[in-house]
């Protein structure tokens, strides 16, 4: 049977055009929202905009897949013979021929809004939930996520705010059948992505706004994460999804649906991990709870304020969840002033987590292989016709340390660029920060290098080396974000946050010591002229000794640390099987003459 554009004509509605879409007299039916929410009307930098909007696509295959990949095998071994459903395809549209020019009147439409309207409607309501409900369905779901995700952001980047609309609802009417029908839980979860992240209004960069979620699937989405029944992965892509309109749009929320949300998400953040469920994935899923209730509270809740410091400060809350808890208060000094009754005690229980994920990095190295020592190229001939004070080594200058107001969050930082999530800033860094780490806790650890050091020539430093750092800097991070409010290290520019804006002055002169203690840590550990690991290890293990004494500093607590022996020679020993007894002499030596360098 031969195929022709005009099969698209008469077998779909006659324009898509014409309706541009039910989303769009919906949208025109319902009074405006008075304001943007309060963190929308902030500037979003374009140029990180752009960096989000081209890796959007990826960031969604990426998080479809990595879930679906895992919950369709536990599907399918736990609920053997059971039977999903497939949506049929009109065997006209699917040969070679008709898809090719059903994806390029798509992509016309999408990019200029020209395109046969038969053809797009075909694309996005039967050839797209077809073969993604498909007994091989999983074979084209790479495809398709990746081909459905490309025409929405060409549609957002149109400048047509219609057409992007127009998309999104078809997107949704398309997909919202297959996330909540009876089909493969790895089809639904895609499903579930995409929708998750469509848009009424897309972001508009000239004027610096936010996009504005479709406000039709959130219901959809709730009724999603509410149901039991349905698979976590599932369940846990839906809870993402409620996460970005919560971000988006909490001031335009319909109340009944913010206090249902609120309901649920307490519930999340009280309950235990089910039997069926790691409680590392249950304190993921407990993070988005968090975000939640903060934006749909406006961060002017002072009970979930001091749910998050008891959280954070409960031993038995596992690092995911009380970082993260401690990082949310950043924006709550307001509501919580006076109100954290031993404010000396979450400091203390915050620094111990900091001391305790040092002492970690340190038994994971030691942990680890011995890496053979790369062969080194020989020293350039001309240096030794150089007068010997020229050759005698300084201490050595750029520790990576934010002097100056640098960013905590450096060249490094991955999760940052890859979501959309994070374009909004309150002004401290924080919601923008803070809003984006809810895909991967290590993809999102950054360095924290200040502007100095990028002047200093790079060097290739031991892959443990980098991943020590970002794990470290996040910590330091997110505990920095609770103590202070800001995200660069030492005290706040502006108007204090987190603890130091709750607290009365005698506190905050402690707190003061603690950030400036703190600094120096983060200088050490950032140092972008460590080459090998062992190195590196011996800079961590130095670091040990003050942060002990910080811990004892802030109160009587006593804390029983085993820390690495300090014994007066666990230094000297590591040092001298880096470079050899007669060498570190030589190098002490020298390093009593030389004059110390220029602290920035």
Not at 107 to 122: D, L, P
Not at 554 to 573: F, S
């Amino acid at each position: 049977m031969t195929f022709s554009r005009e099969f698209f004509r008469t077998n779909g509605s006659a324009a898509i055009a014409s309706e541009r879409f039910d989303a769009e007299k919906t949208a025109a039916a319902k009074p405006s929202a008075s304001k943007l929410p309060s963190e929308a009307a902030k500037v979003i930098d374009e140029k990180e905009v752009n960096a989000k909007k081209r890796k959007i696509a990826v960031v969604f295959a990426v998080a479809c897949f990595a879930v679906a990949a895992f919950i369709a095998s536990t599907a399918m071994g736990q609920e053997r013979g059971q039977k999903y459903d497939s949506i049929e395809i009109n065997p006209r549209i699917d040969t070679a021929g008709a898809v090719r020019t059903m994806k390029a009147e798509t992509r016309s439409f999408a990019s200029i809004g020209k395109g046969n309207g038969g053809a797009v409607k075909a694309y996005f309501e039967q050839y797209v939930p077809g073969k993604m409900t498909a007994p091989d369905g999983v074979e084209h779901l790479s495809e398709i996520v990746d081909d459905v995700t490309g025409y929405l952001e060409r549609a957002n980047k149109g400048g047509r705010p219609e057409i992007a609309r127009g998309l999104s609802g078809l997107t949704f009417r398309s997909l919202g059948r297959v996330a909540t029908g009876n089909y493969h839980p790895t089809a639904r979860i895609a499903a579930t992505v995409i929708i998750g992240g469509l848009d009424s209004k897309p972001v508009d960069i000239g004027n610096k706004k936010p996009p504005v979620p479709l406000d039709t699937v959130l219901p959809v989405l709730i009724s999603l994460y509410e149901n039991e029944k349905n698979v976590d992965g599932l369940r846990a892509a839906a809870l993402q999804g409620i996460h970005r309109h919560a971000m988006y749009s909490f001031n335009t929320m319909p109340a009944d649906l913010k206090t249902k949300l609120t309901g649920l998400m307490n519930d999340l953040l009280d309950a235990d991990a089910p039997a069926d469920r790691d409680i590392e994935a249950h304190a993921f899923l407990q993070r988005y709870a968090v975000d939640i209730l903060d934006y749909t509270s406006d961060g002017q809740d002072p009970a979930l304020g001091l749910k998050l410091v008891s959280i954070s400060t409960e031993p038995k809350s596992l690092e995911m969840i009380a970082l993260h808890s401690a990082s949310r208060l950043a924006s709550m000094s307001g509501v919580l002033e006076n109100k954290i009754e031993k404010p000396k005690d979450v400091l203390w229980s915050w620094t111990v987590r900091t001391l305790t994920a040092f002492e970690n990095e340190i038994e994971r190295i030691e942990g680890m292989k011995r890496r053979q020592t790369n062969v080194r190229q020989p020293q350039d001939p001309s240096t030794h016709l150089r007068k010997p004070e020229e050759n005698k080594p300084g201490r050595r200058a750029g520790a990576g340390g934010m002097r100056g107001g640098g960013s905590m969050m450096g060249d490094d930082m991955m999760m940052d660029d890859m979501m959309m999530d994070d374009m909004m800033d309150d002004g401290g860094g924080y919601r923008g920060m803070m809003g984006s780490d809810m895909m991967d806790d290590d993809m999102m650890m950054g360095e924290m290098g200040g502007n100095f050091s990028r002047d200093l020539p790079k060097v290739i430093q031991d892959p443990e080396i980098v991943a020590t750092r970002r794990k470290l800097n996040h910590v330091l991070q997110q505990v920095h974000l609770g103590v202070t409010g800001s995200p660069t290290a030492g005290m706040p520019e502006g108007k204090p946050g987190g603890l130091l804006g709750s607290v009365d002055d005698a506190t905050k002169k402690e707190i003061e010591t603690w950030a400036e203690a703190m600094e120096d840590i983060i200088d050490e550990i950032n140092d972008s002229q460590i080459e090998l690991t062992q190195e590196f290890l011996l800079v961590l293990k130095e670091q040990i000794e003050p942060l002990e004494e910080l811990v004892d500093s802030i109160d009587d607590h006593l804390v029983e640390v085993d820390a690495p022996k300090r014994d007066g020679g666990v230094a000297d020993e590591l040092q001298s099987e880096l470079m050899g007894d007669d060498a570190l002499e030589e190098a002490l030596e020298e390093d009593l003459m030389a004059e110390p360098a220029m602290l920035p």
